[in-house]
């Protein structure tokens, strides 16, 4: 059976125990006998009732708390048990006729002989008492608080029973049904401890009442960061010593019961009520302390709380709960140090105290602060009513109670006059109630009323932008800032598809941007709202929770048509106040205009996109012919100025085919380098590749490499600065599995997947000493070990490695080992810089321009005379780089088709470089959309690479990480980390 099949059965069994005790006890007690004199544990009178005495003896009896009853009727009593033992018998018995003797009847009433001693030095007190029932201010704390606490009762069964979802449904629906037991059995323990399973039912109730307050404090409003890492733990530390405890005080009744039932001497009797007494005062404090450990709780979830509904709610119950610490405290000090005004009742009107605080905040907590989001559950009608009703029923107790009490002697009813009053004034509360409530009906009119017509205008606006077939930017406007006004939230964000299968990107947001911008099937968010068409933060499971909170949201909207999910609306906290039912009603309404609205907007960007890409064409043929004119004027020049040009190296290709491997000049110094290139392709030694940053190293390499005969192997680069020397070691070399925290399998390190072809090391100059040593035999035995293995790897690797640094001047300073040098520095090239070939300028400033104008749809084909002559002539302290930087940022600046002077930066057209222009290249380009920190756009597009490949797999992560080529478990730490699980 589901846990959703056992809900209402869960329910109804509770509410049955729960009724069944309540009626159970309450007609014990009122049926128990009572002869006003209340003592427990001992024969110490605690407290006595003086109506209990004859009018001819009232006078008579002094106040006997703290005597020792030593006579009830014909019976001596040598202990507590007797003497409750002795009253249900003198219950069942008939009166004697002699009208002097112990047990008599006098009219309809019978009367008792007690005897009393203050003292062993004292005479004894022998008066009559009326053997009656309990008195009724004895039971009004309980009547009054089982009429407080029965609405909530009520509240945690309908919300456990209709919010399966919610983790503190179940935990506060326990805590109402332990608060039923624990505190009316409280106020009548002493009454019902000849009830085996009334009492046990009570202990139970009692002991389980702070742990279960505990658990409840653990997961309201958020679950403790220790009850998820570690729950078993933490529950077996808030349940383990309250239910030890709770065992040892019910074993410890059932022994004294069957001593005393089995007729013991006394003083075996006494004993066992005295290590007893001794175990309940340890399970009193376990309790203190449990409560004390729920204020903790409390507080560390008010510190922790972001929401301000949910500060307000923590802030309610934790001012109750701190209150009720003061009469808690004062009943924990009759215990210890007062226990004969314990045993008379002291405690039960601050224990009522500390009940009644407790559930005040907590009531105020769900009506004003919607603890339990309970207008969810009913309407605001029903809500009003049952909150009316209960004000009326607790003050009409209230004043019969008071009245009863101060009006009569021991059981008698209020006069007509009394009667009348309080009818009287329970009607003038009644009017001024359907007064409040009137006043209410107007303001709900009103609302609705006003929502209604927002409702109206934001359904007009949608209707005219389906009409006008606004693009969906525009369209995104609209329905974010009518989801706006429409329920007043400061925070939106809309998801639209693009694409089959379709990623969900961030088409548009009202206040923070969220931290998530795409999303894809088999995203929890997604495959929710795939199913349900609204969907609340208390109703989502776990990882479409943590989505919503990092998306900022309280509330997604799921836009829907023909069961395919066209996108979704997220929506954050309102301003004031919480969701209520009418808001998810305007959002029902909402949905599908706002997804014929996208789906008519999609048409429009179709016929857009088929625009766009007929003036593409166009442009492309444009782009053609500027380029044959600007290479026509190419020619002219170098015609003009003739230069000395160097093969180009066929293994590089073509330029236009690979324009990232090409080498683009035409001076005699690259005509050499490319020479030597050649020369060195063909054998198989190691080569140092030096030159100053930006000048080019890596597409050397590379030509290396397509020139040599291995060029149908594998090309390996690995940047040595950008990794650690632990994750360095691991790269190179890979891992296997256990060889260190966090490794759940083998790993192939680069040596491996370059075998046969080139692996090529940039900024070797920033290799820690131990992996240098580990490189080194590698480059003698080409033979290498696992991190974490002794099995040797043998490999055929060609190594080329590169640095802009003096590994003379690292040997000097021993940072760089002398023999590691001498292995690598077998063949050494080194790239001029870009000032050293400034005739191939105009060639990389044409190649550049082309690349850009492909990039940003510029038609800029060409450089004025001025501007080419400062290029050419400018020092170029970061080389090729920093001159793409400047053909960019020029492309970007200039307002013509021709790059003229005044677009280059001011040091380009003065010819003066920064002082420090050698040792830092200066950020020419002004940041422009894409560009981002290395890190921030690494996550990026590693995020972006995790949403294609689930996108493209239809959501499913075992075909997406196959895509990948990664392990499933790879891929689930790789969505958690992004946020995607």
């Known amino acids: 059976m589901s846990q959703n099949a056992r809900r209402p059965i869960i329910v109804l069994a509770a509410t049955i125990i729960v009724v069944s005790y309540c009626l159970g006890l309450l007609t014990h007690v009122r049926s128990s006998p009572d002869v006003g004199i209340h003592c427990t544990f001992s024969l110490k009178v605690g407290q006595f009732y003086r109506q209990y005495l004859p009018d001819s003896e009232a006078s008579k ?19 507590w048990p007797e003497f409750v033992r002795y009253l249900n018998v003198l219950q069942s ?32 007190l022998e008066f009559y008492c009326v053997l009656g029932h309990t008195p009724l201010e004895s039971t009004l704390p309980a009547l009054l608080w089982l009429v407080l606490e029965v609405g909530l009762f009520v509240i945690g069964a309908l919300v456990y029973w209709k919010r399966p979802a919610d983790r503190y449904a179940g935990p506060f629906f326990a805590l109402t049904i332990v608060a039923v037991g624990a505190y009316l059995g409280g106020y009548h323990w002493w009454q019902i401890v000849t009830q085996p399973l009334l009492f046990v039912m009570f202990v139970a109730s009692a002991i389980l009442l702070a742990p279960v307050t505990l658990h409840y404090y653990h997961v309201f409003p958020r679950p403790k960061v220790w009850l998820e890492r570690h729950p078993r733990l933490t529950m077996l530390a808030i349940y383990g010593l309250p239910v030890l405890a709770g065992l040892a005080v019910i074993a410890g009744y059932f022994w004294v019961r069957g001593l005393f039932r089995s007729g013991v001497p006394a003083e075996e009797v006494r004993e066992a009520l005295f290590w007893h007494r001794r ?23 008010y510190l922790r709380a972001t929401e ?26 009759l215990v210890l140090f007062n226990p004969v005004e314990f045993i008379g009742g002291a405690a039960a009107w601050p224990m009522f105290a500390a ?57 008698s009813g209020p006069s007509l006059e009394q009667a009348f009053l309080v009818s009287l004034t329970s009607v003038i509360l009644l009017g001024v109630l359907d007064l409040i409530r009137a006043r209410l009906n107007r303001s709900l009119r009103y609302h609705y009323r006003r929502d209604k017509r ?7 606006e949608l209707s005219e932008a389906i009409e006008h077939l606004v693009e969906p930017p525009t369209l995104a406007r609209h329905l974010l800032d009518a989801s706006a006004e429409l329920l007043g939230v400061s925070r939106c964000a809309l998801f639209l598809g693009e694409g089959d299968p379709p990623i969900f990107v961030l088409a548009g947001h009202r206040g923070d941007a969220p931290a998530l911008t795409e999303l894809a099937r088999g995203c929890p968010l997604v495959d929710s709202l795939s199913q349900v068409p609204l969907l609340t933060i208390e109703q989502a499971q776990d990882g479409a929770t943590e989505q919503l909170q990092v998306i900022g949201g309280e509330v997604a909207l799921a836009l829907s048509q023909d069961e395919r999910l066209l996108g979704f609306l997220v929506l954050g906290p309102k301003a004031q106040g919480f969701y209520q039912t009418e808001d998810f009603s ?21 016929i857009e996109s088929l625009s766009r890409d007929v003036q593409q064409k166009l ?53 050499r380098l490319l020479d030597l290139v050649n020369k060195v392709a063909s054998s198989p030694s190691a080569v140092l590749i030096r030159g100053e940053s930006g000048t080019g190293k890596e597409l050397i390499a590379r030509a290396i490499h397509d020139a040599s005969s291995r060029s149908g192997k594998p090309f390996v680069k690995v940047h040595c600065a950008s990794l650690s020397p632990t994750l360095l070691e691991s790269e190179l070399f890979g891992h296997v599995k256990g060889a260190f925290t966090g490794s759940t399998g083998n790993k192939i390190g680069r040596f491996e997947m370059a075998n046969g072809g080139t692996l090529f090391l940039d900024e070797i100059g920033d290799v820690n000493l131990d992996v240098q040593i580990k490189l080194l035999r590698v480059l003698q035995e080409k033979v290498f070990e696992r991190v974490g293995s002794s099995e040797p790897v043998r490999v055929d690797v060609r190594i080329v490695a590169a640095t802009h640094q003096n590994l003379e001047r690292l040997i000097q300073l021993e940072k760089f080992r002398e023999d590691l040098y001498y292995r690598l520095n077998v063949i050494p090239i080194t790239v001029p810089p870009l000032r050293e070939r400034r005739e191939d300028v105009p060639e990389l400033v044409n190649h550049f321009l082309a690349e850009f104008a492909a990039e940003t749809r510029k038609p800029i084909a060409d450089v004025e005379d001025e501007a080419m002559s400062a290029l050419r002539n400018f020092a170029w302290p970061g080389n090729i780089r920093q001159l793409r930087n400047v053909v960019e940022r020029a492309m970007v600046v200039a307002n013509d088709s021709v790059i003229q002077l005044t677009d280059l930066p001011e040091e380009v057209r003065t010819g003066h470089a920064p002082a420090n222009a050698s040792l830092q290249v200066p950020e020419l380009v002004p940041y422009r959309r894409g560009r981002r920190p290395a890190k921030e756009e690494r996550l990026r597009l590693e995020r972006e690479e995790l949403v294609r490949a689930l996108a493209d797999a239809r959501g499913n992560k075992a075909e997406a990480a196959r895509v990948l080529g990664v392990p499933r478990s790879t891929l689930t730490s790789r969505m958690q980390k992004h946020g995607l699980l």
């Open 586 to 606: 305007h959002l029902s309404t909402l949905a599908p205009i706002a997804a014929l609205a996208i789906q008519s907007a999609s048409g429009r960007r179709a």
């Open 93 to 124: 018995q008939t009166p004697g006729p002699d009208a002097n003797g112990p047990f008599v009847q006098r009219g309809n009433v019978k009367w008792v002989r007690v005897v009393c001693q203050q003292s062993p030095d004292t005479e004894p």
């Open 454 to 460: 927002q409702l109206d205008r934001t359904l007009h």
């Open 61 to 79: 009896v002094p106040d006997i708390v703290g005597w020792t009853v030593r006579q009830v009727g014909p019976y001596q009593v040598q202990d």
């Open 308 to 333: 301000p509904g949910e500060r307000s709610q923590v802030k309610w119950i934790l001012s109750g709960s701190a209150v009720a610490l003061i009469p808690i405290a004062y009943s924990l000090y």
């Open 279 to 301: 175990i309940l005062y340890v399970a009193f404090s376990v309790s203190a302390a449990w409560f004390t450990a729920g204020i903790a709780a409390l507080v560390h979830s």
């Open 355 to 411: 009940s009644a605080c407790i559930t005040v905040a907590f009531t105020v907590s769900i009506t004003r602060y919607r603890l339990l989001r309970l207008d969810q559950l009913i309407g605001s009608g029903l809500l009003f009513f049952v909150i009316s009703f209960l004000a009326v029923l607790v003050y009409y107790v209230l004043v019969f109670a008071a009245m009863l009490v101060v009006g009569s002697r021991v059981i």
């Open 619 to 671: 442009e492309k043929i444009s782009e053609l012919q500027e380029r044959n004119l600007t290479l026509q004027r190419q020619l002219r020049r170098q015609s003009a100025e003739p230069e000395i040009r160097a093969p180009a190296p066929t293994p590089a290709g073509d330029a236009s085919a690979h324009p990232e491997r090409a080498l683009i000049g035409s001076s005699a110094v690259v005509g």
